[in-house]
């Protein structure tokens, strides 16, 4: 169907989501309390970071047509947001926590 959105989200374990189309992540801190890998400083219900891992996903894939930009709009709602601007932050966030650090230079 043109324009639907069809995304994996993994559930590594109770407390994580994760997704091969995209390197974003969301962690639950206890009871229904999650935060995203693009959304820092934020903390969400686990509806709104299965939400934010859809977007992440959908992000990922480069929508192109307006039922697509639809439904990021419906579920950047749920977190106060536009879909234009979510797209935003995704596409901003571009650090991947699961890496370990790395060393600077002396």
Do not use: K, Y
Request: charged share 20%; with cysteine; hydrophobic share 45%.
């Amino acid at each position: 169907m043109r324009g639907a959105i069809s995304v994996a989200i993994d559930m590594e374990s109770a407390s994580t989501m994760t997704s091969t189309s995209t390197r974003h992540f969301a962690r639950c801190v206890g009871g229904d309390f999650w935060v995203v890998s693009w959304l820092p400083g934020r903390t969400l219900t686990e509806r709104q970071a299965a939400a934010a891992m859809t977007i992440a996903v959908t992000v990922s894939r480069h929508p192109q047509d307006d039922t697509a930009w639809v439904r990021l709009d419906g579920l950047a709602l749920e977190l106060g947001l536009t879909g234009r601007e979510a797209a935003g932050l995704v596409a901003l966030s571009s650090h991947d926590l699961r890496l370990p650090p790395r060393s600077r230079p002396a």
